[in-house]
């Protein structure tokens, strides 16, 4: 037990340190406190006291403090190495000319390169030594996708090194309420920059292999390029890729969708069930083989035991796949789960599931301290923990079991898989909820013919394809590999398409408090307990609070802002007691990828709202209408207002996408402008702008003559009220304050993201807000906010912030006041803005 809590200990220090805002600066004294306390351990233990003891307790007690401080100060120093090894302010969106060695398998599109390298040298001081480079053609796709011939790469290869040019910048991302954290997910992975190239790059050597991970990658593009050509114009290529190599880029985003709805996207990966398979398949055909060997008339199974061996076979199989499926979190896991397990049966040594998963969880994190940031680590282990848990009590037959048919058999393989596979999808059900904000409740049908599908033929197909591609002269056996393997595949995927285009396929789970999710992990422990624990059968009850949450309504009157952080772009959610509006839906950054699926959906899902009441879209510029068509497939609209005909908008958008189906319309669509209002809650909205009586839609291709049409919308709660103004200018600002229409307010939308040609003095001094907050980009190329606004507004005595330095603001109007927050600063980690 003592054993078990030691290395339970090492996985709290780990995650202890991954939520600090800032990283101690004495590491060096708590290397000397951890030593003290480990020899004092030592010397108390040479006493012969009972463990129950008091002084045998304080000696376990030492054992396990020592265990935490000495991660603590192994991940913090792991940590401080990564922060130093940072891009040097001075060359922040700056050139830099670099020598680098491609480190890992090249991410490609029609228009792009995207890889991870390691920096040999630089003409400058303050390059660090990861860097991931975007290589991008030399004309742009367009948001709505390549236009073209496809561009012309060379062919960029692991262990290639290359001279390049690179305007480097320092890792940023979005920083929402319950948003992916961008900056630390590359930050776990090593990356302390990122560079786009500038120029034509030079090749200067092609193969440096100075690592057994740049061979291992090396391998993986070769095995890529290999099975390529016989996977040509197939629908799924990408998966038999995924499922091969590792390579989930080459996966469809339509077909991500499918899988996430059904919940498979575990097997279309490469996870630890894989890698388990692949490894008894090594290990079964090594002890065949190894019964049948002899060495000068006397069998080897008599020189070395063929158990032994088929375990050896099995853990070198199993290490080949991992480094060929790029030693993610779950393959780590599942090899060092093996090799304990193999190390443990060649000593004859018992050791328990408990002890097997601790073991393996802390060795995972001496090596990797930032694993436990990945969803992966969580997801896996627990996975695990469901399948030892339900079969402990395997082996022991309580009862004469009578002989079955094969028919009984296959019956009873179905169910007893079918039982696993619910059991692992209700036990996972608080993880998912808290990483992703939805559950599949089809996954628990899908799977249960998914797994023998994928799981058994088709990834040993995938598997044989990709090295029967790297032997000449095995063409024909590749094409029948690949047509079995594919084949297998669309067997089982009109049903998975069906599963998920069923309206209850997923459900939406918000984002509880921590005290309801704890109370949920404190109940799938208790259920994973051996039978006989008081109340184990009614644990999974524990769960439901922090499923069915809902946030508390907001009383009446008041009001809850959130300009959400989405770069260039406007996207405001304004909710009040019980109906949600939203203000603009960001931008499109590429005919896959919009501000409204990567923000605005998850965080409308995040918060438990599941419609909105009224969207208004300000204007047609797409970085305020980009995400629309996103927004309209995922969340019922009740009425939109908007600035140009919303509805031929979308037509001529599915026409540049390609795609013949529309979105679902709001249920009704209006102009908005000037003397239209409505109220709820509690809450008056009004739109000042723009005037009534305009014949026709603005010209769509003017950009003037969209940004001077804006919608332009009041928030009046009961305590304090609020002006969005979208794009609109200094001329149409200064008209609104001469016709009366502009009234002083607490909190403004800085116009056209703070541009110099917005904030006009007259507007500035007739609003005279207390807070003036301006969406845009870092490092946007428009140099938003400009200087000159930020100057009006703040000689006026407005606060003013941009969620480019701050992240998402957070606005709350009470009757105690105006409440405001920067992301940044609620949820703040050591990475962050290094």
């Not at 000397?32 to 000696?59: D, E, H, K, P, T």
């Not at 109007?813 to 962050?832: F, P």
Request: positive net charge.
């Amino acid at each position: 037990m003592l054993g078990r809590t030691c290395m339970l200990a090492t996985v709290l220090a780990a995650a202890c340190v991954q939520r600090l805002p800032e990283l101690p600066q004495n590491g060096g004294v708590w290397v000397g406190v951890v030593a003290l306390l480990i020899l004092a351990a030592g010397f108390w233990r040479a006493g012969v006291w009972s463990a129950y003891s008091a002084m045998g307790l304080a000696w376990r007690t030492l054992c396990v403090l020592a265990c935490f401080l000495l991660m603590s100060v192994w991940a913090v120093e792991r940590a401080q190495a990564r922060l130093d090894d940072a891009l040097g302010m001075q060359n922040d969106d700056k050139v830099s000319r670099v020598v680098l060695r491609v480190a890992q398998l090249v991410q490609e599109s029609p228009d792009s390169r995207r890889f991870v390298a390691d920096v040999l040298s630089s003409r400058v001081e303050g390059v660090p030594g990861r860097v991931e480079v975007a290589w991008h053609g030399p004309q742009f796709a367009g948001p709505y996708g390549h236009r073209g011939a496809p561009v012309s790469f060379p062919e960029i290869v692991p262990g290639q090194v290359w001279r390049m040019a690179l305007n480097l910048r320092r890792v940023s991302g979005a920083h929402n309420p319950h948003g992916f954290d961008y900056e630390g997910h590359q930050f776990a992975r090593g990356i302390r920059a990122q560079g786009s190239v500038r120029g034509t790059p030079e090749l200067l050597e092609d193969a440096d292999i100075n690592s057994l991970s740049t061979l291992a990658e090396r391998l993986r593009h070769r095995v890529r390029e290999a099975m390529r050509p016989y996977l040509l114009d197939q629908a799924y290529a990408g998966v038999l890729l995924a499922l091969t190599i590792g390579d989930q880029a080459s996966i469809p985003s339509e077909q991500w969708e499918v899988f996430n709805r059904s919940g498979l996207t575990h097997l279309v990966s490469i996870s630890g069930s894989h890698i388990t398979m692949i490894a008894a398949l090594g290990g079964w055909l090594m002890n065949a083989i190894w019964r049948r060997l002899s060495w000068r008339g006397r069998p080897m199974a008599e020189r070395l035991p063929a158990q032994i061996v088929a375990c050896l076979a099995a853990l070198a199989v199993a290490w080949v796949y991992c480094l060929l499926a790029g030693w993610g979190v779950p393959a780590r896991r599942t090899f060092l789960m093996l090799s304990v397990l193999a190390v443990a049966y060649a000593v004859r040594l018992p050791i328990s599931a408990s002890r097997l998963l601790s073991l393996a969880a802390m060795l995972v994190l001496v090596l990797d301290p930032w694993a436990l940031m990945a969803s992966g680590f969580w997801l896996s282990f627990g996975a695990v923990a469901v399948l030892f848990s339900l079969g402990s009590g395997a082996g022991q037959a309580l009862a004469a079991t009578p002989k079955r048919s094969k028919r009984q058999s296959l019956w009873n393989y179905l169910r007893q898989a079918a039982y696993l596979q619910l059991a692992i999808s209700l036990a996972l059900l608080p993880l998912l909820a808290l990483w992703f904000n939805q559950l599949s409740l089809a996954s628990p049908l899908a799977n249960a013919y998914a797994i023998p599908l994928i799981g058994v033929g088709v990834t040993p197909l995938a598997l044989l394809l990709g090295f029967a591609a790297l032997v000449p002269g095995l063409d024909s056996l590749c094409m029948v590999l690949a047509w079995a393997a594919h084949g297998l595949l669309e067997l089982c995927m009109p049903l998975t398409n069906a599963l998920a285009a069923l309206p209850w396929a997923v459900v939406d789970a918000a984002s509880a408090p921590w005290g309801w999710m704890a109370l949920a992990l404190a109940g799938l422990a208790l259920a994973l307990m051996p039978r006989g624990w008081p109340l184990r059968p009614l644990a999974w009850l524990a769960m439901l609070p922090a499923l069915c949450w809902r946030p508390t309504p907001l009383p009446e009157g008041e009001w809850r802002m959130t300009a959400l952080d989405i770069g260039q772009g406007g996207a405001w959610v304004v909710q009040t007691a019980r109906h949600t509006l939203l203000f603009d839906v960001g931008a499109r950054h590429s005919a896959t990828s919009d501000a409204g699926s990567r923000v605005v959906v998850p965080h409308l899902r995040a918060e438990g709202i599941s419609a909105v009441s009224e969207l208004i879209v300000s204007h047609a510029d797409l970085d305020h209408v980009g995400g629309v068509r996103s927004l309209l497939d995922s969340v019922p609209v009740q009425r939109s207002f908007t600035s140009f005909d919303l509805a031929a908008f979308l037509r001529k958008e599915a026409r540049q996408l390609g795609e013949q189906a529309l979105p679902t319309f709001p249920h009704a669509m209006e102009r908005c402008e000037q003397g239209r209002s409505w109220q709820v809650d509690g809450v008056h909205f009004d739109f000042i702008w723009p005037l009534a009586g305009a014949a026709g839609w603005p010209d769509a291709r003017d950009t003037k003559a969209r940004n001077a049409n804006s919608c332009v919308l009041r928030v009046r709660g009961a305590y304090h009220s609020a002006l969005l103004p979208g794009d609109v200018g200094a001329p149409q600002e200064t008209r609104m304050v001469a016709l009366g229409l502009v009234p002083p307010v607490d909190v403004m939308m800085a116009g056209h993201h703070g541009s110099r040609h917005s904030s006009a003095a007259a507007w500035v001094a007739a609003s005279s807000p207390a807070l003036v907050v301006a969406q845009a980009g870092r490092w946007n190329r428009y140099g938003h906010p400009h200087p000159d606004a930020i100057g009006r507004w703040r000689r006026q005595g407005s606060e003013f912030v941009s969620t480019s330095e701050q992240g998402a603001i957070i606005m709350h109007s009470t009757a105690q006041g105006l409440r405001w927050a920067g992301q940044k600063s609620l949820r703040r980690r050591y990475w962050h803005g290094a």
